[in-house]
């Protein structure tokens, strides 16, 4: 990586320049605060599409949090579709029950 103050070469890793003392930023660098949370992953388990556009905004400058907000997608996403089909599945039934029994209420006043 070089350093944007001085061009100068500097080691992967390196969060200042050790020829002017700049800040290092770049596309591998990581930066601080880039660790898995639990935190990310759930704002974008109950906020989908926040937690998708946080994705592509920490896709390369955060790989890990990144990493977080998409499997907190993922999940969410894979939960929400799962209660839709069993609440659709749960309806069907009611309804199939109601309608056999009204069936059975209007055959005995026959």
Known sequence: MYCQNCGKMQENGSAVCADCGAELIGKNDYGRNNKKSFWFALLSFVFPIAGFILYLIYE?????R???LIVGFVTGIIIKLLLIVILLVLWGVAINQLLNSSDLLFDSLL
Not at 60 to 64: E, L, S, V
């Open 60 to 64: 390369d400058r955060k790989p890990a």
């Open 66 to 68: 990144a990493h977080s």
